[in-house]
């Protein structure tokens, strides 16, 4: 783990960008609102632009050397909430830290933005995810709505609150 950087993108990371988060929904196809289909469509300007951070959308890469390992993003919707999305970790890094490294980083820049609520929706079937995110501090609230890549799936909403 020593050896593993997180950092938000650089206009510069696009190629990782896309290659982890195509990677992201080729392994994991019902956990993510957007399919691989749609994401494969995307132009390289289009990567480009997505890999350059704004307080709206920031997207954070894990890094094993050159190797991009892991993604998570912070994105603020239009309603003002922001949310954590996109997360994922390579199956060979699992359990190491990374994906707490991930979450760690999009929390911090949430409340770097003055949010100091962090949303997301997980699939309760997503067993690992939701136990994964409760150890986060983020906790089940009684909404749920339909995953949009795979409307059939209920997803539920968690958030996490700065501690005061």
Known sequence: MNNILIRPTIASDWPALKATRLAALLDAPTAFGACHASAAGFSDADWQQRAVSTPQRTFFLAFDGEQAIGLAAQVVAGNGECHLIAMWVHPEYRGLAVAQGLVDAVKQCAVN??????VLDVAPENARAAAFYRKQGFVFLPEWEPLESHPHIQVQKMEW????
């Open 113 to 118: 933005n003055g949010r100091a609520r962090l």
């Open 161 to 164: 609150r700065e501690p005061a």
